[in-house]
């Protein structure tokens, strides 16, 4: 999410909208505090916590891989997590549920974020610079219908998503009525 939204940002200071210094100060300390958050919540709700909420995006045995990798390179682990998608989220809640000291964590997080978030950015100035006339090309020639094709994109989205959750929802409440385990 942190890369995503860093990378939106880029590209607004590329097109001018965002200033370059307050875009990198407001993401590196959001990816500072969360992963700081999540370092705190797998402090306090350990490793059974950790393992239930990654099943959920990562294949079995990657918790296993990952809480080696930060047992065995501390800090060095917590900072090259940030780089890699499905340790990024991981790192910080894992690193507490282990008893990672959080003074090591937050050195290593505080070089991620250093080194991560000019990168992020980078990445939407980078597709600013490249795409950035050709989208500019676009909105001027959709002019108000621009507005009108991206709340139909929304509504899109957001019909696709309740299409696929409502039956998950339905039938884990089924689940659960007939006393299922879930």
Known sequence: MACSASSVAGYLV????????PVLIVSLV?????????YWLGRRYGR??????????????????????????GALA???????????????PLAGA??????S??????????LFVPYAVGIGYAIGYG???????????LGGMGRVVLLLAIIVVVVAVAWRAI??????GVMRAIGMRV
Do not use: M, T
């Not at 959001?30 to 999540?38: F, H, M, Q």
């Not at 282990?98 to 003074?103: D, I, L, N, W």
């Not at 964590?105 to 505080?110: A, D, P």
């Open 131 to 141: 795409v950035g006339p050709y989208v500019a090309h676009v909105q001027h020639a």
């Open 30 to 38: 959001s990816v500072v505090a969360g992963d700081n958050l999540g």
């Open 105 to 114: 964590f937050l050195r290593g997080n505080l070089l991620g974020a250093v």
């Open 48 to 73: 059974a916590a950790v393992e239930h909420y990654a099943r959920r995006l990562l294949k079995p045995g990657r918790v296993a891989v990952a809480e080696s990798f930060v047992s065995r390179y």
């Open 167 to 172: 039956p998950r929802i339905v039938r884990l």
């Open 98 to 103: 282990v008893g990672f000291p959080f003074r």
């Open 14 to 21: 590329w097109s001018g909208r965002l200033q370059l210094l």
């Open 78 to 92: 917590v900072c090259i997590a940030r780089f890699v998608g499905g340790f990024r989220f991981l790192a910080g």
